[in-house]
């Protein structure tokens, strides 16, 4: 493995994340703000960081997958430190501990946050979050694919750590065509929700920030009580809409929207995650009525907002869903660790892995019956590598192991069970808001600094998957 090659092709991550730094310094300067040196500051460290080994580096002609693997992982954690240098600069609310959360929080589209009083922020520090949501939702090392000059092998490479195994087979096509798929889907979603948000009546700074988060299935508000601030139902309804659309494959969508097959309306999983996502939003809406909470409609019109807002992990809220039946939590708690679906900006275990596990355990209670038989998985009449049926299994056994042990290190804080829980359960799907004292319109800023950085590090895990964090342990052990 090549030092030299990571460094490099880090160098363009520091120069991309770079570019938006200054705009939210221009923001700064023109409306006049406090956050405007610490925007330049910032931005002018990424910029000589980013420059330096691109100088002093000789041409790469070709990048091997374990260096592919080192640029995506080291890529992701060094964007996240540099990401905090413009809320350490400015203070405030931000110590150390709270500015790499924040940091953290937004690249890995969590959402959650330490802050109290969001709305007393400059707006150069409210966009710049909302940037690492958008910057971190399509992944920054998928962004800098589309820019990045061609080394034999890099686009492969870093498209495979990057994009899921199952993904890739739900849309067969090159890294640097999917790169461009996901991109125009991105920005296009971005741009009509916000013009849709301005035209319901959300000033056009704050539709930018909200479309961002959108997109980006991240959650960051520019209020302190998130979409409850505008009760507007119109606004509600659009952000619901592009929340189902961020949490479906963007490939997929794609071709969906130009008529193409095999597309959305053709797809067995997508059918069945909107089943139990119906199933979900009824049975709550069914029991916040039943508890004289809301009228019908206004049962109907939370319940919808949550579990959409859950299952997509993008964690914005209308309510304060702490206060609601347990039966309505444990359906919420359910959604948040299963998360969308894979080749979307979302977070969690993914629908389609739970799918094929139960496809997978379907074959094996067969294989009971019939030893000597040959049973395959299929999804949309398409067979399933038996490597991609381990790495699923795998995945959710490192996933609720990951979980269960940040869970009991939260616990040994004297932090209590469900804060504990639900934080963790929240960080490692990416979602944000939990139950407890990190409810859907609380923060987290209550937490000790030590769970601050053991949740970042869960927040990493769960953005990268980890298997990939892994492999590079292994690939590090092994030299």
């Known amino acids: 493995?090549?030092?030299?090659?990571?460094?490099?092709?880090?160098?363009?991550?520091?120069?991309?994340?770079?570019?938006?730094?200054?705009?939210?310094?221009?923001?700064s300067f023109v409306l006049k703000e406090t956050s405007l040196v610490p925007f330049l500051y910032s931005g002018l460290v990424c910029t000589i960081l980013g420059l330096f080994p691109l100088v002093f580096t000789e041409k790469i002609d070709e990048i091997r997958f374990?260096?592919?693997?080192?640029?995506?992982?080291?890529?992701?954690i060094i964007t996240c430190i540099v990401g905090m240098l413009p809320y350490v600069m400015w203070g405030g609310e931000f110590t150390f501990a709270n500015a790499f959360f924040e940091s953290v929080s937004g690249y890995t589209t969590t959402g959650a946050t330490i802050l109290t009083e969001i709305e007393s922020l400059p707006k150069g520090i409210l966009f710049w979050r909302s940037a690492t949501h958008w910057i971190g939702g399509m992944g920054v090392i998928l962004f800098v694919l589309l820019i990045l000059p061609q080394a034999r092998g890099l686009r492969?490479?870093?498209y495979k750590t990057e994009v899921s195994n199952l993904s890739r087979m739900n849309f067969k096509?090159?890294?640097?065509q999917i790169g461009r798929v996901i991109a125009i889907v991105y920005v296009s979603l971005t741009l009509l929700q916000t013009i849709i948000l301005w035209l319901f009546g959300m000033t056009f700074f704050d539709a930018i920030c909200h479309s961002m988060s959108t997109i980006a299935t991240g959650g960051f508000s520019t209020k302190n009580t998130s979409m409850a601030f505008y009760n507007n139902f119109w606004m509600e309804l659009t952000i619901i809409v592009f929340m189902i659309f961020s949490s479906l494959h963007f490939?997929?969508?794609?071709?969906?929207?130009?008529?193409?097959r095999p597309n959305l309306f053709h797809s067995k999983p997508v059918r069945a995650y909107f089943i139990l996502i119906a199933i979900g939003v009824l049975a709550i809406a069914y029991k916040l009525y039943d508890e004289n909470l809301y009228s019908a409609v206004d049962s109907l019109r939370h319940s919808l907002f949550q579990v959409i807002s859950l299952v997509s992990t993008t964690g914005f809220a209308t309510v304060d869903t702490k206060v609601w039946p347990i039966f309505?939590?444990?359906?919420l708690i359910y959604f948040t660790a299963q998360g969308s679906m894979v080749g979307s900006t979302a977070g969690g275990f993914k629908f389609d892995r739970i799918y094929l596990f139960f496809k997978v355990l379907r074959n094996q209670l067969h294989l009971i019956n019939h030893p000597q038989g040959v049973f395959a998985s299929k999804i949309d009449n398409e067979v399933v590598d038996k490597g991609i049926e381990l790495q699923a299994v795998s995945f959710l056994f490192l996933y609720i192991l990951t979980f269960f042990i940040v869970t009991v290190i939260l616990t040994?804080?004297?932090i209590d069970g469900v804060t504990a829980f639900s934080a963790s359960l929240a960080s490692i799907a990416n979602v944000g808001p939990g139950f407890g004292d990190v409810g859907s319109l609380d923060s987290y800023a209550t937490l000790p600094s030590a769970a601050k950085y053991v949740l970042s590090f869960e927040m990493l895990l769960g953005r990268l998957e980890i298997m990939n964090i892994l492999a590079l342990l292994l690939v590090f052990r092994n030299k």
Not at 8 to 23: D, E, M, P, Q, S
Not at 173 to 176: I, S
Not at 251 to 260: N, R, V
């Open 412 to 414: 040994l804080m004297d």
């Open 173 to 176: 096509t090159k890294a640097r």
């Open 66 to 76: 374990n260096e592919g693997l080192a640029i995506s992982v080291f890529g992701w």
């Open 251 to 260: 490939g997929m969508l794609y071709i969906t929207i130009i008529g193409k």
């Open 328 to 331: 309505t939590i444990i359906i």
């Open 156 to 158: 492969s490479s870093l």
């Open 1 to 27: 493995m090549r030092k030299e090659a990571i460094i490099k092709y880090i160098g363009y991550v520091l120069l991309f994340n770079a570019l938006f730094l200054y705009v939210a310094a221009i923001i």
